[in-house]
């Protein structure tokens, strides 16, 4: 069955950086968009990142662009996140999905939690 396990969250100083991975099985990893959201409490489920199948158009949403980048290694079945400059706001839970935008399947989330 498909599965999608996220990892690399953490309590981070602001200003620092992370990186999240996701690691999926179950299905043809390189034939699919793969997608970051994140929730923070309180708030709705929001769209960090996107990334097609072979890695040639990404998309960012508008508060982490310049600051996040996307990856996905296509032999490993993982999607990376790149998460830098990170600010106190973003402390959330972070998911990856298997499409371009919300998906049929999720992981259970990875917390990060940017304090000082």
């Known amino acids: 069955q498909v599965q999608l396990v996220e990892s690399g969250g953490g309590l981070v100083q602001p200003g620092g950086s992370l990186t999240l991975s996701c690691e999926a099985s179950?299905?043809?990893?390189?034939?699919?968009?793969m997608s970051w959201y994140r929730q923070a409490p309180g708030k709705e489920r929001e769209l960090v990142a996107s990334?097609?199948?072979?890695?040639?158009?990404?998309r960012y949403g508008g508060s982490v662009k310049g600051r996040f980048t996307i990856s996905r290694d296509n032999d490993k079945s993982t999607v990376y996140l790149q998460m830098n400059e990170l600010k106190s706001e973003v402390g959330a839970v972070y998911y990856c999905t298997r499409a371009w935008g919300p998906g049929e399947y999720w992981g259970r989330g990875t917390q990060v939690t940017v304090s000082s």
């Open positions: 179950g299905f043809t990893y390189s034939a699919y968009h």
């Open positions: 990334i097609s199948k072979f890695s040639d158009v990404t």
